[in-house]
């Protein structure tokens, strides 16, 4: 199965650090992760992407396990704005594997 | 990050009409674009991938001559639902790729459509 396996649903508390797990067991060896997040009636936003080694941005932290069979988007400090569903991808070339996302609630 | 536009963002319309949905890429030029459609609390649902002056190649159970895709140009990109249904009814996001083996797709704001 290309698809990726994600948490159905994640709490976090205000300016906590979240660790968001993906499962992507069968990734071959040119497949990239990508993260993005969806708010309700928009469409998804880019968070990170990577494919071997761990990526840091802004938004985000991105750490790949070393035989790539999974990995955690990290997000610092949570905040309410990041109250939202994360999407873990995988991706060779044009050909993209949406999972199901984790829901992340961010109690204040 | 690169933006990707899509116009309407709503649209109503009666049953059996035809409706028409641009994404466009503003900042960059996408070789790629995808469709996708999402019911509520659902994840988003690939319909079909674009490829620039090309036919475009549908998953299975989309039905290509329901669902017109169109992508004349590498900035421009069109669905077109034709003699829409209420079951048609839905979120309607594109996203750009382009083209590069490491790079990333990003996706518009999406398109509610609602038929009556």
């Known amino acids: 199965d290309a698809k990726t396996t994600q948490p159905n649903s994640m709490e976090s508390n205000e300016e906590e650090p979240v660790h968001l797990p993906c499962n992507h067991s069968?990734?071959?060896?040119?497949?990239?992760i990508h993260w993005y997040r969806q708010l309700p009636s928009q469409g998804p936003e880019y968070v990170i992407h990577?494919?071997?080694s761990n990526v840091n941005n802004r938004m985000a932290s991105l750490a790949i396990a070393e035989d790539r069979k999974s990995s955690t988007l990290i997000l610092h400090r949570a905040t309410l704005r990041d109250a939202a569903v994360y999407y873990c991808?995988?991706?060779?070339?044009?050909?993209?594997?949406f999972g199901s996302g984790t829901k992340l609630n961010v109690k204040p | 990050g690169a933006v990707v536009s899509q116009h309407p963002s709503r649209v109503i319309c009666k049953s059996g009409t035809s409706v028409k949905i641009e994404c466009r890429s503003l900042?960059?030029?996408?070789?790629?674009m995808f469709w996708y459609r999402q019911f509520p609390k659902q994840s988003l649902m690939l319909m079909a991938t674009?490829?620039?002056?090309?036919?475009?190649?549908?998953e299975q159970g989309v039905e290509k001559d329901k669902f017109l895709i169109n992508h004349a140009s590498l900035t421009l990109s069109t669905l077109t639902v034709t003699s829409a249904h209420p079951e048609d009814s839905s979120f309607y996001i594109c996203?750009?790729?382009?083209?590069?083996?490491?790079?990333?797709?990003?996706f518009g704001p999406g398109t509610r459509l609602t038929v009556l």
């Open positions: 996203s750009a790729y382009s083209g590069g083996f490491s790079d990333t797709q990003y």
């Open positions: 069968t990734i071959s060896g040119t497949d990239y």
């Open positions: 990577g494919l071997t």
């Open positions: 991808i995988r991706s060779n070339f044009n050909k993209f594997y």
């Open positions: 900042d960059f030029q996408a070789t790629t």
């Open positions: 674009s490829n620039e002056g090309s036919k475009a190649t549908y």
